[in-house]
């Protein structure tokens, strides 16, 4: 995928509910204006990537791109799990991330069970891959030192600027 490295940032949005959290892997969900920028290449799928909150300190990250059920599947969603124990939830901060890698397309399993092994496998290789030398250099990216809050006086979740955040460098 050519688009990758890709970086983005937005709010933090209510998902569709589907109690990703109470199964211990709650996903912090990107508004549409932010979905509707990713390159056509990048897929469907699960990525693996770092993240931070605000101007918060920058974890490991996988996250889902799939279709919403909740638009009977025309739009996409994005769905970040930030790979860190945080004492409160965060809706309505703003998520900066870095897309770095691709693990696998998406997929259904025949039980719950099934679906949290996937995604613990999931962040395994993620929690690995991003040890690569290439890898941890882009947590070091100007992108994050430059996360704007959500106290600055600009509305940073709907400035064109932060939607559409500079790839490629
Ligand atoms: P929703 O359907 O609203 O997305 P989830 O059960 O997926 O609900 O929980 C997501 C919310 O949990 C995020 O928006 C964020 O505020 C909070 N949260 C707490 N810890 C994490 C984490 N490690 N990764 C992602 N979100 C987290
Ligand atoms: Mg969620």
């Known amino acids: 995928m050519k ?3 890709y970086f983005c940032r937005g709010e933090v949005i209510r998902g569709f509910g589907r109690g ?4 211990g892997i709650p996903t912090a969900n990107f508004p549409d204006s932010v979905v509707e920028h990713l390159p056509a290449d990048i897929s469907t799928g699960i990525y693996y990537g770092w993240a931070c ?3 918060g300190d920058i974890y490991k990250m996988v996250m889902s791109i799939g279709w919403n059920p909740y638009y009977k599947n025309t739009k996409k969603s994005m769905e970040t799990h930030v790979i860190h124990t945080f004492k409160e939830d965060f809706y309505g901060q703003i998520l900066s991330v870095v897309m770095v890698g691709y693990i696998r397309p998406e997929r259904s399993y025949d039980s719950l069970e099934a679906l949290i092994a996937a995604i613990n496998n999931d962040i395994e290789e993620a929690k690995a891959k991003l040890e690569l030398p290439e890898h941890l250099k882009l ?3 100007n992108f ?3 996360a704007p809050s959500t106290s600055s006086t600009a509305p940073a979740a709907t400035t064109p600027t932060s939607q559409t955040i500079m790839n490629g460098h």
């Open 20 to 23: 990703s959290k109470e199964l």
């Open 3 to 5: 688009s990758l490295p």
């Open 144 to 146: 994050f030192t430059t």
């Open 139 to 141: 947590r070091e990216d």
């Open 53 to 55: 909150v605000d101007n």
